[in-house]
């Protein structure tokens, strides 16, 4: 994450039919741009008949001088193997809206790491239907936006947020939002809203999962970062994580202890898509090492 | 687990409305009584107007000979508050009966536990509705019974089965059955029986659940050892445990990684239950440590 | 963690050699003081010619008023069991002072948890050898003192430490502190400076314990909470945690990594020992839930 | 491991100075052979002046027949990156040696992964300096060969062993031998000797680590499995687990937790190694996906 070594690195991701050759065939056309492949990792769901995915990082001189000519150049290719497929430049971060509701720990969490650098990408601006978490926000200049939200102006203030990222933002993260986001909202944003819930999905669907945790008494605890879709809740899962709770942990407990999963799942999976790590296929993830 | 520890060992289990003075008024009846209290733990859901919940390990000379004698000195005080209580000896050891079907994992980890005496209690017969796990029965002297099991002939199979485990058994492990069991069954052995089921309930209820964690794309799979009640998978938890996975693991990969999980945790709650550590409250238990 | 529930709660940790009738004398003397036994927890090493150890949490009106009365009545009880033992006030906020050096996580950590409401305690003062870090202190209005540090002020800048400490701390924490502190300074405070180091001891004792673990070649890597004693990193643990990682892992990677550990592992064992969850005993400690 | 599955499936792994177009330059051959990979991954310690380390599977029909055919055809590419390299059948089982004393808990769970398909290979024998464990070779009817080893009759045992292990073994596996290996029985079978060691290295070196890590009062016990070389318990780390342990577990606890930890975690190495996933490089290992 050292910013020096973003420079001139790309980042290419694939999609296609397994066949025979395909490794073949961009290695090489990485090999003849004179391009220094980094990292590389695949994964095919069956090598017979099934899909082949591929991330390729890699080193060229003059990348993004050279970015068009590249993928003019791997056109045929992509054609070929019939490949949905990106090329991204890591030195251009990525803009992140995060948005929240009062509930601070995720969002400290993704402040904190962004400033260590644990983090990349940049944090154009945070949204809010609370002004609570606002001096958070002021104290690293980042733009805040308090969008006040009700049963009845949630169309509204929809379309304020969309107005306020409307080319300003790659990726929106739902750091304890608390808020349902329409469809149309969603369809703007394809695979490009992370929510953190605070359960093990699919267990505890919907609202207070901590309450039905403890209901149901179970030993485990947990968070699940995904991706915002139609459906509630069962969007592909990008990342969990658990931790163990006993008898003698009531809901509050649960809240606190949760708190821990929550942010570090969350921060985990907002890490691996700024570095184009994902693949949304069949309704799950591929996250590339 | 030593057996020489457990001579003179009794364990006393409580559950009753909480209130000043309990711990003092048993703790002393056991001073009184000359015995010597070697562990203890206790848990309250609300010490103001909860229950109150209970377990004392000591040692006492000749307690087998004392027992009744101790059990009607200690009568008044659980009258005075209102307990409902037990008193078991832990150098009688629990009958269990283990049912399996073809899957061998679970009872080989339930024998070679036991074996090893990390496991305490006698297995008093296995119990099956197929053939296949004889030899490992046989090989430990273990009486085996093979109970053919069809759609028409389940009320005479569990009459069978009870039958077989008339005045024999004290606990009984469904350790990969796969099999329905009635509620006129459950009756019988209420909070004595013990299922694992292949996933961190209350995710993946009933059949195939790694089918389903696999369709559903999840990263942590896991598995839950409960007790058996009339609801399906949704007995009263007693331990579950959870491995990561990621995309590449196939539905044949999480059976496999799953396989190691639903051992050790059915074998954990196996022994905290042999122990008397579970008390079932509410429909989750207090595991005393 | 409840301000309000702290009012009135007592907390009494006791150690003594172990012999029948102690739980029952404990217990008894809190009934009759009116107290409620809120939680209890015990350890015997061997209960027939061990240390008995005993933290009892309870609730007793006008608490702090009749503390000195409550100490004067259990004294003989103590004495007759040859008891160590002493009673804290949960409502008398602990008094923290945080060693930083230059590194943040850990103490942003322990300052999240505390605005959280996680921690109890008062941060009394953040003492650095760097200014970096004030403005932290700042920002919540918090004590920061800047003390210079080389090889050769190192005596008078520990009295400028113990001056600065004087009557006004009960638990000092070394968040990454990266300085050897002399056996006179901790004989101030003996087992109540806690210190943070970067590696599963005993594994990796001393300087750059990730290049370490990292030529090792080690799978896990850990932190480790510990009391400080005249042996490097040899004082007693409070707490671990690992997190796994592989040959793909440079030695930056282990850190960034082991940052989450660390502040965690912190954070835990900071509460512990503001909650009178900690003795220590032969080297070890005790660690009671 | 389905066995079918293993059929006509080769593996190639390869080290060799890093550079620009290693991977186009493989993958190439391999596609022009009429083969198809199946998967692949790599690592490099640097791309631009490290080591490059690359596994590919691959399918490939007549594979065995065309064996000779395809090294000579790789040869000149081997040459061309200075490559050291091996390619092997995954249809041809690696031979296992397993060495044991008296526990058997690491030999059982070997034979049981074995025998439910997870493990691959074959168990050529077992050699052990105690007679205890030969009935659970018997059982299934693999070889086992009691070798008595006294302190001075060493040099001759291991010239025993040899002969025995003498062009019918690939790997050799420690489950819990307890045994010293000289370096010339070593330097048979370099990085082809894996040793269970029942501590998380580098901490507890050496005899008796639960006793080592009960003294040191660690809340981790941990398991590590390595490749044997001359230094003790210093050989390259394969895979490491832990688990948590606290202030009331006594050594022997330590012990009955660790078994656990220590078959699962030797059962993952020696699956790893038989699956050709393991290189050695600098005293450390690359584990390929």
């Known amino acids: 994450m050292n910013p020096a070594a973003l420079t001139n690195r790309g980042r290419m991701v694939i999609a296609c039919p397994d066949q025979p050759g395909i490794i073949s065939a961009v290695s090489t056309f990485f090999s003849g741009q004179g391009a220094n492949i980094v990292h590389s990792d695949q994964h095919s769901t069956d090598y017979r008949q099934g899909v082949f995915f591929m991330r390729v990082e890699f080193d060229l001189p003059d990348l993004i001088g050279r970015g068009e000519a590249l993928k003019q150049a791997f056109a045929p290719i992509a054609e070929q193997f019939q490949m949905s497929w990106r090329l991204t430049y890591a030195e251009i971060p990525k803009r992140m809206a995060i948005f929240v509701s009062k509930e601070d720990h995720c969002l400290l969490e993704l402040l904190w790491q962004w400033r260590a650098g644990d983090l990349g990408g940049d944090i154009a601006m945070i949204i809010s239907n609370h002004p609570d978490l606002k001096p958070h926000a002021d104290q690293l200049g ?10 009845e102006n949630r169309a509204e203030a929809e379309a304020q947020h969309l ?9 929106i993260i739902l750091a304890r939002y608390m808020q349902i ?7 703007h944003y394809p695979n490009r809203i992370i929510n953190i819930h605070h359960s093990f999905l ?4 919907g ?22 879709t139609e459906e509630l809740d069962a969007g592909p899962i990008i990342e969990q994580g658990v931790e163990r709770v006993d008898h003698r942990s009531g809901v509050e407990d649960l809240k606190r202890i949760g708190r821990h999963v929550e942010r570090l799942v969350l921060a985990r999976a907002v890490a691996w898509h700024l570095e184009d790590r994902i693949l949304v296929h069949g309704g799950k993830t591929v996250v590339f090492s």
């Open 181 to 187: 986001v329409s469809p149309e909202f969603i369809a």
């Open 163 to 171: 107005e306020l990222l409307k080319d300003k933002v790659d990726l």
């Open 142 to 151: 980042i733009p805040f936006h308090h969008v006040k939200l009700t049963k």
């Open 202 to 205: 699919p267990a505890f669907v």
């Open 207 to 228: 609202a207070k999962p901590y309450a039905q945790a403890y209901q149901r008494g179970v030993k485990l605890i947990g968070a699940t970062a995904h991706y915002v």
